[in-house]
């Protein structure tokens, strides 16, 4: 596995992350972090969202690595999109973070005025607010025109990836435009058995690992980042654990062999999904 992965804009990203998605709970969140950071994540992931960017910020300033060494994700959710509205959402952002600038900057959902939120987006990147900027949840096609009509094209795009969402064609189309790929999700948050499905497991024994390390292996084979989520300290240590073997080109294809080729966890082209996602609104002051 690469340490890290070097985006359009000449920086890099870690490979291996930590998403802290529903940990809502401040001092769970906060314990989390921690001890992800402690393990040697260097890449946090959160969300306006989530609801717990107080506790990931409190975790970063109380775990003694230099700012400089961490790469911090947050994300703009809908309710806060347009021009306007994005310049004052990653001040709050970065005021309940406790940070001056933020490592990357997602739109979180392809929906409400992207394009005034991408302007601000961009204005904040200039001004060293953002290092890098990109999206979450947009296909393809949404990415093409975001990139023909705007003057910094997305340097991330944070997708839904697991064994029975392989998304080969979607990864391979991103990555040629020079689009680093996020998996959220990696784990499919547990649903159909995966920790106990027979092919995984099969592989995971061939290479004394466990089922979760050869998910978060076969991605980072295929040159994604990923962001394993737990609240668990020794899997949290676990996840970590995943650059000192390799799957054989046989593997990841009994791997690719398991693609459902649909989400598991909704449809954006249904209009009901984009309207409970769009009358989603979270006060940030709860947090």
Known sequence: MKKTLELSNGSTMPQLGFGVFQIPNYGDAKKATLQAINAGYRLIDTASAYMNEK??????KDSGVKREDLFV??????QDM???????????????LGLDYLDLYLIHQPLNDVYGSWRAMEEAYDAGKLKVIGVA?????????LMMNNRIAPMVNQIELHPFRAQ?????????????????????????QI????????IAKAHKKTTGQVILRWLTQRGIVVIPKSVHEERIIENANISNFDLSSAEMKMM?????????????????????LGQAHFDYDKM
Do not use: C
Request: proline content about 3%.
């Open 168 to 192: 080969f064609d979607r990864v391979r189309w991103l990555q040629e435009h020079g689009i680093v790929v996020e998996a959220w999700g990696p784990f499919a948050e547990g649903k159909n």
């Open 73 to 78: 994700t947050t994300k703009l959710w809908i």
């Open 256 to 276: 690719g062999t398991l693609d459902q080729k649909r989400s598991l966890f909704g449809n954006m082209h249904d209009p009901e999904t984009v309207a409970t």
């Open 137 to 145: 949840n947009f296909e393809n096609d949404r990415l093409q025109d």
């Open 55 to 60: 506790a990931v910020g409190e975790a970063i």
């Open 195 to 202: 920790f106990s499905n027979p092919v995984i497991q099969r």
């Open 82 to 96: 347009g021009y306007e509205a994005t310049q004052k959402a990653i001040d709050q952002s970065l005021k309940r």
